[in-house]
């Protein structure tokens, strides 16, 4: 079996004023679509970042692949690691940390290999989790991605979410997510208002859901003092702290001084961080994130080189659709040590999808392994259509959650260990 073509399709959706310790969502989010075809008729399908850069590499990328084999692993990531050669992605938002060449290879690559497990799950008759090893869970819970929020983008009416400002409003957030989804945990994007009361939000959410993991995830707005701070004032009450302060050796700091394991999608984003966050006992927690670990087999070896050193996993989100959430749950259902639920944006996309509905759905909080074969999701021509023309009107080309933010708040500062 050979690829014949591969087609990669911008699209953007509505997305919500979230705000974070960089700014704020803009009005659209972008995302690209991958379209991988073969001379046996199977199309395998992939999702990735749609920052224009991000798309001019993987149209670069794709024409290397044309004629190789779906099978082929190493020589399909041979091939997009030439077409980068030396080049390195520095995201403008940085969620997501350093930016390496490493990173930037296993990015470009992520969607086309998760389109070619699609393929060989097609011709196989198996499901991607079934190519990873079998699923050991049947269903992947995920968590209740809480975020403070205006009520609306500005000038715009307000939005069917409403405003989240303070701990009331985080509460009755929490509240519409676990009604409508069932998630049985919390987590809550923090970097956005003073530590204290981030504090307080946290603790109102413990009051009004006793029973649910909590977690809180600044984007590493936080100093190590505060940190520590935090940490101890959150003693009994977090299942884990994220990315509370930048980098591995301030973790370590951190790691050593409080009583909750921390997690991370900041500090440890590509291999070479893992010996020294691993030596220095930074994190107890990796969030995994196929985008940029380089899709989904290579996910699951750092999945168990992570198991080697004891090491759990969650997993990473950012603005996502269908394809990203069945790739997601195929590959957290065949991770045995990916313990903790896993972030999606899923509630805030709307239920705008590229995805044929049916194949993915939310029960008390978890989202069964679609039946398949490869990713089981089918791709909804007219959707894809309508949101490429959506990502044609909506004039952005990047994500700059900043420059949005300060277009309305000039004064603005992101928070890097700024508190
Ligand atoms: O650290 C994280 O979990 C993220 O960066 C997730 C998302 O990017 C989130 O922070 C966002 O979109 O604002
Ligand atoms: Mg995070």
Same mark, same amino acid.
């Given at each position: 079996?050979? &690829?014949?073509? =591969? ?7 509505? @997305? ?13 989010? $972008? ?34 692949? =044309? ?16 077409? &980068? ?5 520095? @995201? ?19 969607? !086309? ?35 403070? %929020? ?6 715009? *009416? ?24 069932? !998630?049985?945990?919390? %987590? ?21 859901? *006793?029973?649910?993991?909590?977690? =809180? ?14 940490? %101890? ?9 994220? @990315?509370?302060?930048? @980098? ?13 394991? $921390? ?48 090491? *759990? ?41 590229? =995805? ?5 759905? !939310? ?51 992101? %928070?890097?260990?700024?508190?």
């Amino acid at each position: 079996m050979r &690829i014949t073509e =591969i087609r990669v399709t911008p699209v953007a959706f509505p @997305d919500p004023p979230l705000l974070n310790a960089m700014g704020v969502h803009e009005p659209w989010a $972008l995302r690209s679509v991958v379209e991988v075809v073969t001379d046996e008729g199977l199309t395998g399908l992939g999702e990735s970042y749609g920052d224009l850069s991000h798309l001019e590499r993987l149209r670069g990328a794709a024409q290397r692949l =044309i004629g190789l084999e779906p099978h082929a692993h190493h020589v399909l990531y041979a091939a997009v690691a030439a077409s &980068i050669g030396s080049d390195v992605f520095v @995201d403008q938002h940085g969620l997501t940390g350093a930016g390496s060449n490493q990173k930037t290879v296993d990015a470009v690559f992520s969607p !086309f290999e998760v389109a070619c497990l699609d393929i060989r799950g097609k011709a196989a008759g198996l499901r991607v989790a079934d190519l990873l090893g079998g699923p050991v869970r049947d269903a992947v819970p995920y968590s209740a991605y809480l975020f403070y %929020k205006w009520a609306g983008h500005p000038g715009a *009416p307000e939005d069917r979410f409403g405003a989240a400002l303070d701990p009331e409003g985080i509460v009755a957030q929490a509240r519409w997510m676990t009604e409508t989804y069932g !998630f049985g945990s919390l %987590k809550l994007k923090g970097g956005v208002l003073p530590p204290d009361q981030e504090i307080e939000a946290v603790h109102a959410l413990r009051d009004a859901f *006793p029973g649910l993991p909590l977690r =809180i995830d600044p984007n590493a707005a936080w100093t190590t003092a505060t940190s520590v701070r935090v940490g %101890k004032a959150l003693d009994g009450v977090l299942e884990y702290l994220e @990315d509370p302060t930048p @980098d591995i050796g301030p973790m370590a700091e951190v790691a050593a001084a409080v009583p909750m394991p $921390l997690a991370t999608n900041m500090c440890v984003v590509t291999h070479a961080h893992l010996p020294p966050a691993l030596a220095r006992r930074a994190i107890g927690v990796l969030l995994i994130d196929h985008h940029y670990w380089g899709g989904l087999l290579r996910s699951s070896q750092v999945a168990a080189l992570c198991d080697t050193f004891g090491l *759990p996993l969650s997993m990473h989100s950012n603005s996502h659709l269908g394809i990203s959430l069945a790739a997601m749950t195929h590959l957290a259902a065949a991770t045995p040590n990916l313990t903790h639920a896993c972030d999606t944006h899923t509630p805030w996309q709307d239920g705008q999808d590229v =995805i044929a509905p049916g194949a993915l759905r !939310f029960v008390d909080g978890a989202v069964p392994v679609p039946e398949g074969p490869g990713l089981g999701v089918e791709l909804d021509p007219d959707a894809l259509a309508r949101m490429h023309e959506q990502y044609l009107a909506c004039g952005l080309t990047r994500r700059d959650d900043t420059a949005y933010m300060r277009r309305h708040h000039p004064d603005f500062t992101p %928070k890097r260990a700024h508190w």
